[in-house]
């Protein structure tokens, strides 16, 4: 990076206006536009490149730490290549949808919510219209292979526990067994709590007895609960 001395380009009383902050120092200015990284380069492009052969080596068997001493990187770098690879292709090979995009699906949508949790239909219903009807910012989200919900969310007011000051609470979190561990509820996670944010509501929260995997995903256990109707308190966790 080059200097140039501001007597040089600046007028004088500019110069003047800018020593009421600073004298006799070395100061940075901005360029007007900045310039997004890689944009220039072809640096964005290999890695992408780069990424994509880690991931096709990975799928045809080669380890992990071959890889890491194939590219020169860490064994923790190159789980982190994959894992955005898959989190990618999942993202493509399914639909994540909010009810709102698609409000049709709404009657199958408290279906299948009231079919995993054995809470009513009509419950799921109410705080659907609610929501379709903009009486209320909590939304649903869905993830769809084809036509058919393998996975879904809602947010709400009280998810049924006695921190009524804690809210809004991130609910009925589920994905058919056959689509685990493919990321699909990490992505609707994020796809839900990146929609409150848009919203400004912040922060959310979510009542679980798991632990570990809503850490993965940006949350942390606040404090415990004590669930309506329930012997044992449970775990409630924030996402700032």
């Not at 992408?48 to 380890?63: A, L």
């Not at 690879?85 to 299948?112: C, F, G, H, Q, V």
Request: aromatic share 12%; glycine share 6%; net charge neutral.
């Amino acid at each position: 990076m080059s200097y140039i001395s501001a007597e040089d380009i600046l007028p004088k009383e500019l110069i003047e206006m800018i020593q009421q902050y600073v004298s006799g120092k070395s100061i940075y200015i901005p360029c007007k536009e900045k310039k997004v990284w890689g944009s220039q380069t072809k640096t964005k492009q290999y890695y992408v490149i780069r990424n994509k052969e880690i991931y096709t080596k990975y799928k045809k068997g080669i380890s992990v730490k071959t890889l890491a001493d194939e590219y020169y990187l860490s064994e923790k770098s190159i789980r982190r290549i994959l894992r955005e690879r898959n989190r990618l292709i999942i993202m493509k090979e399914y639909r994540y949808i909010t009810l709102a995009e698609e409000p049709i699906l709404k009657d199958a949508a408290a279906s299948w919510f009231h079919s995993k949790w054995g809470v009513s239909k009509e419950a799921y219903l109410e705080c659907m219209n609610a929501y379709l009807n903009k009486e209320t910012e909590y939304g649903w989200y869905l993830c769809l292979d084809g036509e058919k919900i393998v996975a879904g969310l809602g947010v709400i007011e009280n998810d049924f526990h006695d921190r009524k000051d804690l809210t809004p609470n991130v609910c009925a979190v589920y994905t058919e067994e056959e689509y685990r561990r493919k990321g699909i509820a990490g992505n609707l996670l994020n796809m839900a709590v990146t929609d409150m944010k848009n919203k400004g509501i912040t922060p959310v929260y979510l009542v679980t007895d798991h632990t570990g995997f809503y850490e993965r995903h940006g949350w942390e256990f606040l404090c415990m609960v004590q669930g309506d109707g329930e012997p044992e308190m449970t775990r409630m966790y924030i996402h700032r």
